[in-house]
Every structure is written in structure tokens, then in C-alpha cells.
């Protein structure tokens, strides 16, 4: 760990401390994109973008994110049974919550 591919270190003494020349990366997941498979987002592409949160807490603990003001975003028309929210990476490689616990409001208002 912390050294680069094809990094050979010569034989030394027992105790001998050796530094790495590259930091090893924790996570690679900066921010979370939550998607929505109703809306119809027409300026986010993909259009079922319903927020992008950032990851401002230590690995571990509760992320918190209360945005500063309401994001009203369009549903497709038609009738729905059932609704499904993805959680994704930056890169938008899912990703599977290992605690199931989740506390998520959404504000829904009918069209004016």
C-alpha cells in the first residue's frame, strides 16, 4: 500500500521504516446523486437527477444534507403505482446501503 504499481523496494534490515510514495484513497465517493424514475428533470441530463449531495461527514456516520431552498422538479405525465429513488455516485455507479435504515422527506405539490 502506497506504492505505485511495478515499485520494487530492495532488501533492508528488520525495523527499517519504508515510505510510500502515493497516498492510498479511503473512498472514492465525493458526492451522492439521488435519481427518481418519475421526473423529468429538463435540465440535468440524466433528466431523473432529483439532487446531488455533498459528503461533508467522516466515514461511518450519518450524512446530513438540508439544502437551502426547495428544488421543484417536473414529474413525467402519467400514472404511477410505484416509485423508486437510486442513490449513485459522482460517477453514477450505484451504490448499495449497507445499514437500512434511511430518513429522506420530499416535498410533492400538484401543478398549478
Given at each position: ?17 519504508i515510505n510510500g510514495t502515493k497516498t492510498p484513497v479511503g473512498s472514492t465517493v465525493n458526492s451522492l446523486v439521488m435519481r427518481c424514475n ?75
Amino acid at each position: 500500500m502506497g506504492f505505485k504499481t511495478g515499485t520494487y523496494v530492495a532488501s533492508t534490515s528488520a525495523g527499517q521504516p519504508i515510505n510510500g510514495t502515493k497516498t492510498p484513497v479511503g473512498s472514492t465517493v465525493n458526492s451522492l446523486v439521488m435519481r427518481c424514475n418519475l421526473l423529468n428533470n429538463n435540465i440535468a441530463m440524466p433528466s431523473d437527477i432529483l439532487d446531488t449531495v455533498p459528503i461533508d461527514s467522516s466515514f461511518g456516520s450519518n450524512i446530513n444534507y438540508n439544502p437551502s431552498f426547495e428544488k421543484w422538479i417536473d414529474i413525467r405525465d402519467g400514472t404511477y403505482n410505484t416509485m423508486t429513488i437510486t442513490f449513485q455516485d459522482q460517477s453514477f455507479n450505484t451504490l448499495y446501503a449497507l445499514d437500512p435504515n434511511i430518513s429522506l422527506s420530499l416535498l410533492i405539490r400538484q401543478k398549478k
